[in-house]
């Protein structure tokens, strides 16, 4: 048989084509059951755990001080003495300030004056009375007689009625001269100084200002829905509140709540609620801001993951479980209470399960992972990943 010469690109190619089909050549590096596997993705994990967890209503709400009072003057003149310091906790009944009491107790000393003529002129005139009784019966003096000393009589028993009301009018402004705390409280800053006359009124003439602060109240709206449950937890018992700082860190408080709006806010759908706190470090203030955790029952006994182990997807909430071998697979769950920390698994994760709390982005059902330790806490330790 004649072989005829190959063009130069022809014999190349045909000698290439030989060498990958030779036995132990550079095919045999390229087979599929020879390819490198995907690394093992590093993932933090903690387990499924039963405990018990607080139901939990939360939002944000204002302190409020359990009763304030503006002192103001009750009657005119100057102000003649101030018994505090600010900032000062006072007492019911203790005095706090005082207007110049001298004119109040000039009038007083008038009226007790008129009080006395009157009486003497009563005294004089019941005299008069009886002896124009007696000659009326032995018709000595006429009916007429008689009738005049009575009414005269009955005319100035009147006028020692008004004398007395007189006094006590007089001494109640005499009494309002002497300024006194109305409740329990704490003194703001004083507004009047001694030596200025102040004025019934003038409704600016505030003294200080004087806020209970112990016990406080705080109050807070939640979304309407939640009402019938709430509803039902206040007639099991009492509901505790916690008033927690700014940040959710800080436990500041914990009282109870007290009662509900009567009435739905329509422009928002949502229904204002006080809770009162004896606040005996008084670390809530009138004024301040706080988060607000609404307690309405503990659910005992539940299975619990981390709340950041929860996943979203297409089809619905998920978890990666670690498995024996070390691969993960994705578990659908169904979730009671999340409350950012701890999320309740009502069906889809088994007590013990080892979920993914961290490094989920690299994963997919069937990968293989590795187990890390969880970040270091501040401040030194291991971070709880449970």
């Known amino acids: 048989m ?25 095919a045999r590096a390229q087979a599929p059951n020879q390819a490198a596997q995907a690394p093992p993705v590093p993932v933090t994990v903690a387990a499924a755990a039963k405990r018990d967890i607080p139901i939990l209503l939360r939002n944000i709400g204002a302190v409020q001080a359990g009763q304030t009072a503006a002192i103001r003057p009750r009657v005119d003149g100057t102000l003649e003495q101030v018994f505090f310091t600010e900032g000062q906790e006072v007492k019911r009944g203790d005095l706090i300030a005082r207007i110049d009491p001298r004119p109040y107790q000039a009038v007083l000393d008038q009226a007790r004056a008129r009080k ?7 005294a004089n005139a019941r005299l008069d009375l009886a002896r124009s009784s007696d000659l009326a019966r032995n018709q000595f003096a006429s ?29 109640v402004n005499l009494d309002y001269t002497s300024i006194t705390a109305p409740f329990d409280g704490r003194l703001g800053l004083r507004s009047v100084d001694p030596g200025n006359v ?5 409704d600016n003439a505030v003294i200080v200002t004087i806020s209970q602060i112990r016990p406080v109240v705080v109050v807070f709206s939640l979304p309407q829905d939640t009402l019938p449950a709430i509803q039902d937890a206040m007639a099991r018992g009492t509901l505790p509140v916690t008033a927690l700082s700014p940040d959710d860190r800080t436990v500041l408080a914990q009282g109870e709540l007290v009662t509900t709006e009567s009435v739905i806010d329509q422009s928002t759908g949502t229904i204002r609620m006080k809770a009162r706190f004896p606040n005996e470090n008084t670390r809530l203030w009138p004024g301040q ?20 182990a929860i996943q979203r997807g297409p089809q619905g909430l ?5 498995k024996d071998d070390n691969t993960v697979e994705l578990a659908r769950v169904e979730l009671g209470q999340d409350d950012g920390t701890q999320a309740v698994i009502r069906r889809g994760v088994e007590e013990g399960a080892k979920v993914v709390v961290a490094g989920h982005s690299r994963l997919r059902a069937g990968a293989r ?15 709880p990943s449970g």
């Open 369 to 383: 992972v590795t187990i890390t330790a969880p970040p270091a806490a501040p401040g030194g330790g291991p971070r």
């Open 143 to 171: 009916r007429q007689a008689v009738d005049t000393r009575a009414a005269q009589v009955a005319q100035l028993e009147a006028q020692l009625k008004a004398d007395e009301a007189a006094i006590s009018a007089a001494q």
């Open 198 to 202: 102040v004025r019934f009124a003038n």
């Open 289 to 308: 801001f706080v988060n607000v955790r609404l307690q309405l029952e503990v659910q005992r006994g539940v299975v619990a993951v981390p709340s950041v």
């Open 318 to 322: 998920f978890v990666y479980t670690v």
């Open 116 to 122: 006395a003529a009157t009486e003497a002129s009563l």
């Open 2 to 26: 004649i072989r005829l010469p190959l063009p130069r690109g022809l014999a190349l190619a045909a000698l290439l084509a030989a060498t990958v089909l030779l036995p132990g050549g550079p």
